[in-house]
């Protein structure tokens, strides 16, 4: 069994950042493919990004790239996610997910574990 704590989440201005943290408990992270989803009221939840077991593959939702970064420092057991320029458009609770396909898009089902989620608030 992995826990997943998600943490980071809070109100910014647009333009702003923020850095969210997915720790870990229960089983290293180092076996598993990360992925951050979010969730905004009234949408369903979309991949968000990815990244392989050992970080060196990653992957982005086409609305944020080139504005977040997904990282991990299997030593800490933690996974980030760096979000920059956010806009209102990107308001909405994210999540941290293990041991599921790199691959965006694909039936969130098919993920193992999931943390609570953080809310994220970007006011215009």
């Known amino acids: 069994q992995v826990q997943l704590v998600e943490s980071g989440g809070g109100v910014v201005q647009a333009g702003g950042s923020l850095r969210l943290s997915c720790s870990a408990s229960?089983?290293?992270?180092?076996?598993?493919?990360i992925g951050w989803f979010r969730q905004a009221p009234g949408k369903e939840r979309e991949g968000v990004s990815t990244?392989?077991?050992?970080?060196?593959?990653?992957n982005y939702a086409d609305s944020v790239k080139g504005r977040f970064t997904i990282s991990r420092d299997n030593a800490k057991n933690t996974v980030y996610l760096q979000m920059n320029s956010l806009n209102p458009e990107d308001t909405a609770v994210y999540y941290c997910?293990?041991?599921?396909?790199?691959?965006?898009?694909?039936?969130?089902?098919?993920?193992?574990?999931w943390g609570q989620g953080t809310q994220v608030t970007v006011s215009s």
């Open positions: 997910s293990a041991d599921g396909p790199e691959a965006l898009g694909v039936d969130t089902a098919l993920w193992g574990y």
């Open positions: 229960g089983r290293t992270l180092d076996y598993y493919v």
């Open positions: 990244i392989s077991s050992r970080g060196g593959s990653t």
